[in-house]
């Protein structure tokens, strides 16, 4: 019938091992419903496989990914045994430096008012993507120390902005909106203090913006942004800005939407393989139990399929986790008493009977 998409799966670690099967299944059961195919690769790297053979990401990886698959579905990757995290660092961070995955996509979306910490907030308040520079800034690893453990100690960190990493993560965000029929777009800096490296930030955006005329542009300080996020989070709708400040106004959208066991995210490169992953880690203190929140790996299955052009299946799955939250079938995380297996098997059930229903119509 139609073109069959095929995924590379990596659960990696701790619950990423529980919650990546589950999202499986949701996935599985939304494209059984409208026919499409989805092939399914399993990788089993993570600590496991370090701790048997000192593997962590093969060197061919990277080009196979590329060359063999249309997405790649993650987990979460950490584990106690491995104090140095070395493993972790060489297959996530490897991927995402090694497959040029520029775009760290973050949708916070409210499903349910009683998941906000906000008064008087609800559903239609909270709908926002944190568009965060992914390979640049002062997570480039470019620094080092002088003198170190001396009262002398100098402790440098660069931040790296590239006319390039910022000109294609800014196109990025004014092209989604764009294509989503989105009106606001919001860029973010802190270019009063850091004039230069923040000064690219804002000569680009000056210079793109005026491509884009049919969208309201704004720019804030990101001291300014997290203010508003938390004060009048209607206010936006997709917000773009560098490494580090995406990485705290994404996990401040996630608290705002519902918190961890829900945010999902993507680490994009438009045209080439990408790895879409739940927001949360390995979080070790629960693995195991079967206590482990699959919304997370549910949603970011959807919008893997939404970057693969299932736009109808994606949807499915989002209103099975919204129908889910709002009839309290969740883990305890979000005050239910359903496991990880159960919540799964819940939505892939919903999913086919609403898919059902809707195609009988
Ligand atoms: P990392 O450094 O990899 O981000 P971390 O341990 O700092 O990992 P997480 O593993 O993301 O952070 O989780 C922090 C805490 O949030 C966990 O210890 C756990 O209690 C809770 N948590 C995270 N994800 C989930 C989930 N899917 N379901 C339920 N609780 C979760």
Redesign the pocket.
């Known amino acids: 019938m139609s073109e069959t998409k095929r995924i590379a799966v990596i659960p990696g670690d701790g ?1 990423g091992k529980e ?1 990546t099967p589950e999202g499986v299944k949701v996935l599985e059961a939304a494209c059984a419903v409208s026919g499409r195919k989805l092939a399914f690769t399993h990788f089993d790297w993570g600590a496991d496989r370090f701790l048997k053979d000192g593997t962590t990401l093969p060197p061919e990886a990277p080009q196979m990914l590329q060359r063999d698959f249309d997405a790649i579905l993650f987990g ?1 990757v ?1 584990d106690p045994r491995v104090p140095s995290n070395q493993h972790a660092a060489d297959i996530l961070l490897g991927l995402r430096f090694k497959l040029d995955l520029y775009v760290n996509a973050r949708p916070c979306v409210l499903f349910d008012r009683r998941l906000t910490p906000l008064r008087d907030r609800g559903e239609q308040d909270v709908d926002f993507i944190v568009f965060r520079e992914n390979t640049e800034g002062a997570y480039a690893g470019v620094g080092g120390n002088f003198k170190q453990g001396t009262p002398d100690e100098v402790a440098v960190q660069e931040d790296v902005n590239t006319r390039k990493g910022v000109e294609r993560i800014i196109r990025y965000a004014l092209d989604y909106a764009r294509r989503k029929g989105l009106k606001r777009v919001c860029m973010s800096d802190k270019s009063n203090a850091m004039t230069y490296a923040h000064g690219l930030w804002q000569r680009v955006w000056k210079e793109l913006r005026e491509e884009y005329k049919e969208i309201e542009t704004r720019h804030l300080y990101v001291d300014t942004l997290v203010m508003e996020m938390v004060r009048d989070p209607t206010q936006f709708e997709v917000i773009v800005t560098c490494n580090m400040f995406g990485d705290i106004a994404s996990d401040l959208g996630a608290q705002l939407s519902g918190g ?2 829900l945010a999902p995210s993507g680490n994009i490169h438009p045209g080439k393989v990408s790895l879409f992953e ?1 927001v ?4 070790p ?2 693995a195991g139990k079967n ?3 699959p919304m ?1 790996s549910a949603l970011t299955g959807a919008m893997m399929l939404d970057y693969l052009g299932l736009e109808r299946e994606a949807a499915l799955i989002c209103d099975a986790v919204c129908a889910a939250v709002r009839e309290g079938k969740t ?1 305890p ?1 979000l005050g239910g008493q359903m496991g990880t297996r159960e919540v799964g098997a819940w939505l892939s059930e919903r999913i086919v009977k609403s898919g059902l229903a809707g195609a009988g119509a």
């Open positions: 619950i919650v979460a950490g961890l066991g739940p949360h880690g390995s979080a203190n629960i206590v482990a929140n997370g883990t995380d």
